[in-house]
C-alpha cells in the first residue's frame, strides 16, 4: 500500500523536549487523541493518525503523534541499531494524515535519570511471557514502561494503537486498567499491503525474493481460519499444519499458537473469540501476524429497568455495529397487547399459557429501517407502547411459562449471533455467555422525565411526574422481585448510568465498551 502525499499539508509542530510538550499540551483546552509510534511510520500509521483526526463527540480534537525509537523494548541481539530512522519523512506522512504535532524526544528525554534511576512498569506474567513473549522476554516491559511513562506526559483522552501487535495492545490495556489511568485505548484493525502483508517497518528491509516468501505468512493464517469457519479442519489440527506450512515456505517459525484472545492462554480449540498467531524470521527481519476466530458471531446484552434508554440507543448502536436489533421488550410488550385483546387475565397464569401455543411473534424491519412488531398477524407496532399495555407488561413477563418460552424463541433467533439484544434478563438468562454485557439504568426521576416526553411525542396523556415515578418505581420492584429471571445487574456487566448523557454520549460508550471485547478485525464496523 503506497503513500499519497497531497501537494500541500498542514504545518505540524515539531517537539523534541518535555518543556515543548508541555508548552503545546497547555495550548490545547479539549481533549487530545494520541498515536504513539517508533517512527519508520507507514500506511498503517497513517490510518490512526486518520482515525484519531475524525470528530469525536462532534468536536475535531488535535491529534499528537510521537516518535521515539525505545531501547527498553529491545533485547541483546535485535535490531536496535539497524531500525530505520528518518524524521523528516515522518513529519511529512504524519501531516498528510492530519496530525497536529509530533513529539520526537531524545532518550535522554524520556529517561533522563538513564535506565538504571528508571521506574519500570511490569505487566502480568500470564500476558508477558507467552507468545512473543518466550523469545522476547523483556520486551513488553518495555513497551509497558515507555507508553505509561508517555501517558503522563501527554495525558490524553484517547489513545490509538494497531489490532497487528494485538498482544500489546491487550498488555496496554490491562496496564492503564490497573493503573487506573483516565483514558480510552482504541484498537484499529490491521492494514494491509497489497501482497497481504500486514504492514510493517520492518518489512522495507526485506529483498523481493524474501518479500515473496513472507506474503505466505498472511496467506497460510488466512486459508486455515476459512477452513475452521467451513468446518473443514479441527482447530486442534491447525497450529502443527500451519507451522509445517510456514516452514515449508522457507519462514523461520518462533511459534504458531491458538489462544484465547483476551487473556491469551492456550485454547484447544475455538471458544468465544480466540487468537490463531505466528511468528516467524524472513530474513534479516521477524514478522508477526494473527487471524481472529470466532465460534459464533458476537452477541451484546443489554439489561435495565424501564425508561433507562435502551431501546433508543440499541437501535442506534446495533445500526452503526452492524448487529441485528433484538427488541425482546417489545416482544413481551406484544405478548401483553395479544392477552390483553384475548379479554385473558394478564395475572392469571393459567389463563395466559394457552395463549402460548403456536404463537406467532414476529420483529422485522420496515423500509425505513425502523422497527415493526406484529403477534398472529396483527400489527401491533404503536399499541405495545400504550400505557394500558406499559402498565400490565411487568405483570404478564413474571409468569414462568412466559419467561420459558419468549428465552427460547429469544435464543433461537440468537443462535448465530451477530445480535443486540435489550430487555431485562438478557445477560443473566437469555444470552448468558454474551461477549459483552451492559446494565444501562438511570435515576427514577430521569427516567420519569423520559417516560414524559415519550407519551407526549406519541399523543398520549401525560401524568403528573410523581405519578410517574411512583408507576417506575413499582415496575422496578415487580421486575426484580419476580420468581422467574428477576431484573438483576450481571455479575460480569458494566453499568452505565445515563444521567445528563446525551443520546450520541451513551452510543459512543457502548461502542467504546464493545470494541474492547470484539476487535475491529473480528467485526468490522460497516461503511456510512
Not at 109 to 120: F, K, M
Not at 276 to 285: I, N, Q, R, T
Not at 434 to 453: D, M, N, S, W, Y
Request: charged content about 20%; overall charge negative; aromatic content about 4%.
Amino acid at each position: 500500500m503506497g503513500f499519497v502525499l497531497p501537494a500541500r499539508c498542514l504545518p505540524v509542530q515539531l517537539l523534541h523536549t518535555r518543556d515543548d510538550l508541555r508548552a503545546w499540551r497547555h495550548e490545547q483546552a479539549g481533549s487530545v487523541q494520541f498515536v504513539p509510534t517508533m517512527g519508520a511510520l507507514h500506511a498503517g500509521h497513517q490510518q490512526l493518525i486518520r482515525r484519531a483526526a475524525e470528530p469525536w463527540g462532534g468536536a475535531i480534537s488535535p491529534v499528537l503523534v510521537s516518535v521515539f525509537v525505545n531501547p527498553l523494548q529491545f533485547g541483546p541481539g535485535e535490531d536496535l541499531d539497524a531500525y530505520p530512522r528518518d524524521l523528516s519523512t515522518d513529519i511529512a506522512l504524519a501531516a498528510a494524515a492530519g496530525a497536529t504535532a509530533l513529539f520526537a524526544p531524545s532518550v535522554a528525554e524520556i529517561y533522563p535519570q538513564g535506565e538504571a534511576g528508571l521506574t519500570r512498569i511490569s505487566p502480568p506474567l500470564a500476558l508477558r511471557q507467552v507468545l512473543c513473549g518466550r523469545s522476547r522476554p523483556e520486551h513488553f516491559e518495555g513497551v509497558a514502561t515507555v507508553v505509561v511513562r508517555l501517558l503522563t506526559l501527554v495525558r490524553p483522552d484517547r489513545l490509538w494503537l494497531g489490532e497487528k501487535d494485538w498482544q500489546q495492545l491487550v498488555i496496554l490495556r490491562r496496564v492503564v486498567a490497573d493503573l487506573g489511568l483516565s483514558l480510552r485505548i482504541q484498537g484499529c484493525a490491521t492494514v494491509r499491503e497489497a501482497d497481504g502483508l500486514a504492514c510493517s517497518s520492518r518489512n522495507r528491509r526485506l529483498s523481493p525474493p524474501q518479500r515473496q516468501q513472507a506474503a505466505a505468512l498472511p496467506a497460510a493464517l488466512a486459508a486455515f481460519a476459512d477452513e475452521v469457519a467451513a468446518g473443514r479442519c479441527q482447530a486442534g489440527d491447525v497450529t502443527a499444519r500451519l507451522s509445517r506450512q510456514l516452514e515449508a515456505a522457507g519462514l523461520l517459525v518462533d511459534y504458531v499458537e491458538l489462544v484465547a484472545a483476551h487473556s491469551l492462554e492456550p485454547s484447544p480449540q475455538v471458544q468465544g473469540l480466540s487468537l490463531l498467531a505466528a511468528a516467524v524470521h524472513c530474513g534479516p527481519s521477524r514478522l508477526i501476524d494473527h487471524v481472529f476466530l470466532m465460534s459464533r458471531q458476537p452477541i451484546v446484552a443489554i439489561d435495565g429497568p424501564a425508561g433507562a434508554g435502551k431501546s433508543t440507543v440499541t437501535r442506534a448502536f446495533a445500526k452503526r455495529l452492524g448487529l441485528i436489533y433484538l427488541d425482546t421488550g417489545a416482544m413481551y410488550r406484544a405478548l401483553t397487547w395479544w392477552v390483553q385483546h384475548q379479554g385473558a387475565d394478564p395475572a392469571d397464569a393459567a389463563a395466559v399459557e394457552p395463549l402460548l401455543v403456536d404463537l406467532n411473534l414476529q420483529l422485522r424491519s420496515g423500509s425505513g429501517g425502523e422497527q415493526q412488531v406484529s403477534i398472529n398477524g396483527h400489527d401491533v407496532t404503536a399499541a405495545i407502547r400504550s400505557p394500558e399495555v406499559t402498565a400490565q407488561v411487568s405483570v404478564v413477563a413474571a409468569h414462568g411459562c412466559v419467561r420459558q418460552a419468549l428465552t427460547a424463541q429469544q435464543q433461537a433467533m440468537g443462535r448465530q449471533g451477530g445480535l443486540v439484544a435489550e430487555g431485562r434478563d438478557i445477560g443473566t438468562a437469555v444470552f448468558p455467555d454474551a461477549e459483552l454485557k451492559v446494565f444501562l439504568t438511570a435515576t427514577v426521576a430521569e427516567r420519569a422525565r423520559r417516560r414524559a416526553l415519550d407519551l407526549e411525542q406519541r399523543g398520549f396523556a401525560v401524568p403528573p411526574l410523581a405519578e410517574l415515578e411512583a408507576q417506575i418505581a413499582e415496575r422496578d420492584h415487580l421486575d426484580s422481585s419476580r420468581e422467574v429471571a428477576p431484573l438483576r445487574q450481571a455479575d460480569d456487566a458494566v453499568e452505565l448510568v445515563t444521567d445528563g448523557m446525551a443520546i450520541e454520549a451513551v452510543i459512543q460508550a457502548l461502542v467504546d465498551r464493545f470494541r474492547e471485547r470484539v476487535p475491529e478485525e473480528a467485526w468490522p464496523t460497516p461503511a456510512a
